[in-house]
């Protein structure tokens, strides 16, 4: 009956997949939080482009259908750091939101920078 060559290597793969978890770990963070950053990109654009339109409304429109409207497409747990901004501008109502960046998840902490989001519709008259 032969030995296996070198040696003895059971548990060797265990070992290895030890010594990466932390790294996979971290790569797994990082595409989360790259992820994290686009959503509240794409939160902030959304949100604006609802407020622009409610401010046009026929009926019950402006400042303040806007600001709701914009606030309202925010999910709870973002409307804390969120500022919105509505004013008409040469016929077209303007929306501006900018939310904080949070870091991981919302609530945790936020980057310097904020995810900012523009819009504007006309006002159209429909007579």
């Known amino acids: 009956m032969r030995r296996p060559l070198g040696g003895n290597d059971r548990g060797q793969v265990a070992v290895e997949f030890m010594g990466l978890l932390p790294l996979i770990l971290l790569v797994l963070a990082l595409l989360w939080q790259l992820v994290l950053v686009g959503y509240a990109y794409t939160l902030a654009a959304h949100s604006a482009d609802r407020g622009a339109r409610a401010g046009t409304a026929t009926e019950g429109g402006g400042e303040g259908a806007c600001q709701a409207a914009a606030e309202k497409q925010l999910p709870s747990s973002w409307r804390g750091g969120a500022t919105v901004s509505c004013r008409p501008e040469a016929g077209v109502w303007k929306a501006r939101v900018a ?12 980057f310097p920078w904020r995810a900012k989001g523009s819009a504007g519709a006309a006002k159209e008259d429909l007579r």
């Open 99 to 110: 939310l904080d960046v949070p870091v991981l998840f919302p609530g945790a902490g936020s």
